[in-house]
């Protein structure tokens, strides 16, 4: 069930539950339990959602999604506002550091990744022309919810609290996420460690990095503690910092954090607290990659960070593997023919390969769902060879490359000049010299490459 908050001393969120109240059948309900103020009284029920108001601002509340009947998700409507033009936005709620705006001092809501991301694209979806759809870094209160819970807000001056397209926009967005968890499942019966889960940290308050994750990967975000945070905290080494950035894991649901910037004290910090620290290839390449799978080939072979990279054949995989090394003079011979098309063949049949230089060059080793596969990827090898080579055979346990290659020397004993001549019996053409034809064939060697399979 949906919880959705609408805060009457806020006018973004009272023009939000009008729009919520149109688009929608609600039944009435009366609720004499508690006070008109505190949520009571004229209650809004549809199926799968749930609407109450509340007299004060959403910042200052205490426990709000106990005045909800057994909610999953619980979505606060507000409004934005900064100098960010029109903006529809979402975002967890805490303080990474004092508690300016309600909520506690280093203490954080229980957030909703899952949910958060639905929005996300729910909020893209309904956007009025010409606005913006955000996320922002972690910020104000309540600290103590009730329930994994979220801001979905129309920003960010009055002329857009007022306007009701946008109301309507983010009405529809938080309607949308009837039904859907505030959570991404963890694999396998796993805990935390396998729930794509990540806590953001380090850049901006509003946070492209972290949205484009979201938007491209499977990977969701929960907390994020933006720069500003993060020196609201203050010394990273104490406990404080620890306790907070634990509490930011725990109420996120995540074992990872993804760090914005090179800041070795934050990753220190980050790992006293327990989380483990990846970067953005590592997300990438893990995107549709069980993380049973990488755990294992991760421990088996390198990490990301060490350049392993994972196939497409790993998408959804989570069996056995082998891990092997592929001939080194037939791999380096046809990256030296074509680097893309053989870093594409491994991405395409392999469960993952290392690579070097920047994750550009593939190398070995290399992990198969299966020995058998080895000879697909031989054979993808030998049709790159094939590219520069006239043949490319089989031959008692060895690939035989063989090619015709023009010789300058059988040439110039048939008395060619230098020059154009050359070029075209280079090229395979014909050429007359003194009346006389010269083939190309007889101005070329024969060679003969030899790449042993075993």
Known sequence: MLGILVSRADDASTHIGNQLREIADWTEHTDDSRPDAAGGGTVYRTAGAELREFEELHLHLDRPADAFDDIDVLVFASKHAGETGQLLTAHHTGNFGPADH??????????????????????????????????????????????????????????????????????????????????????????????????????????????????????????????????????????????????????????????DGDRPDVTAAVERAGGRVVGETWVRETDGVPLGLVDRVETAVATVADGLRFGEAATGYDGDFVVIDLPPELLDEARGIDREATYELLEAQALAFGTDQGGTRPTNPVVLADETDREDVVDGLRAVLEQRYDSVERENGELVARERAFSAEKARTLGVPEGPKFGKLSSGQSVEVDGETIPPEAVSDSRERRFRLE
């Open 102 to 259: 309600g909520g506690e001092d280093n203490a954080v809501a229980r957030a909703c990744p899952n949910a958060h991301a639905h929005v996300l694209d729910a909020l893209e979806t309904h956007a009025p022309e010409g606005y913006d759809v955000g996320m922002e870094g972690t910020h104000h209160g309540p600290t103590d919810v009730g329930a994994p819970s979220m801001f979905v807000e129309v920003g960010s001056s009055q002329a857009e609290w007022d306007d009701p397209d946008a109301a309507r926009a983010a009405a529809q967005a938080i309607l949308d996420c009837r039904g859907v968890s505030p959570d991404r499942d963890p694999e396998n019966g796993g805990g935390d460690a396998h729930r794509r889960h990540l806590l953001g940290i380090g850049g901006g308050h509003y946070a492209p990095r972290f949205e484009r994750v979201v938007r491209e990967t499977d990977w969701a975000v929960g907390h994020i503690a933006a720069d500003w945070g993060l020196d609201a905290i203050g010394d990273l080494e104490s406990a404080t910092s620890q306790a907070v950035l634990s509490a930011a894991f725990e109420e996120s649901r995540a074992a990872y954090a993804l760090v």
